[in-house]
């Protein structure tokens, strides 16, 4: 079965400083994707970043990247040069692209950015 | 605006009472999902849409939940003589079709069952 695991509950860095936020997934699909979400204290989901189970390369969206070591299943998140705003909850997801269009999330990992 | 909107955005409830929530996708988007969020927890799958077709409802935690999309635009999700293990924060999102598209969310309704 989809399972997305997210272990760090709660993360601090200091603004400016980079930070890693791990997931690791279990799924037996070859075809899956990897999204990774920011949930402000306002409630809405913001997408960030997207990795393919077939890209070769680690997805960026500018201070966002996924360091995907498929091998490893894992999919964690590297946000660089953190700002007082990126202070919020982090949602690692999963979807087989060939068996659902349900995204399967982990906990979250609770970032707080301090000055 | 373009995005995904909810409506109400809160809604109190008393136990027993049945309530509608209502999504509005962003506009051409094929399909909708909607998932519960409970406090503290990652949001969980109730059910989606393509177009007006419910093609998975494996989420749905009893028979008291009903969605419907009925011209493949705007969604309903109905919860019958509500229970206050219902109450959590009800997110709709929209995609265009399948593959590799994210699912866009809009800013939930959060439910509290008394």
């Known amino acids: 079965a989809q399972k997305i695991t997210q272990t760090q509950p709660g993360m601090f860095v200091q603004e400016k400083e980079a930070v890693t936020l791990d997931c690791t997934y279990d799924?037996?699909?070859?075809?899956?994707?990897l999204f990774w979400y920011k949930q402000p204290s306002s409630g809405e989901m913001i997408f960030l970043i997207y990795q393919g189970s077939y890209d070769e390369q680690n997805a960026t969206e500018g201070r966002y990247s996924l360091n995907f070591q498929k091998a490893r299943k894992s999919a964690n998140l590297v946000i660089s040069a953190s700002q007082l705003g990126d202070s919020a909850m982090y949602f690692c997801a999963m979807r087989e692209l060939y068996n659902t269009d349900k995204l399967i999330f982990g906990t979250g990992t609770r970032l707080q950015v301090f000055p | 605006g373009a995005g995904v909107s909810q409506s109400p955005r809160y809604k109190v409830a008393k136990r027993g009472q049945d309530v509608a929530l209502r999504c509005d996708p962003i506009s051409g988007h094929v399909s909708l999902f909607w998932y519960q969020q409970a406090l503290g927890q990652g949001p969980e799958f109730l059910t989606y849409?393509?177009?007006?077709?419910?093609?998975?409802k494996s989420g749905l935690p009893s028979d008291r939940f009903f969605a419907e999309r009925p011209e493949g635009s705007v969604s309903t999700l109905k919860i019958q003589r509500t229970q206050q293990e219902d109450s959590a924060v009800y997110l709709c999102a929209s995609s265009k079709r399948g593959g590799y598209n994210e699912q866009f969310f809009g800013p939930g309704t959060r439910l509290t069952v008394l």
């Open positions: 849409f393509q177009n007006e077709a419910q093609l998975d």
């Open positions: 799924t037996s699909d070859q075809s899956y994707g």
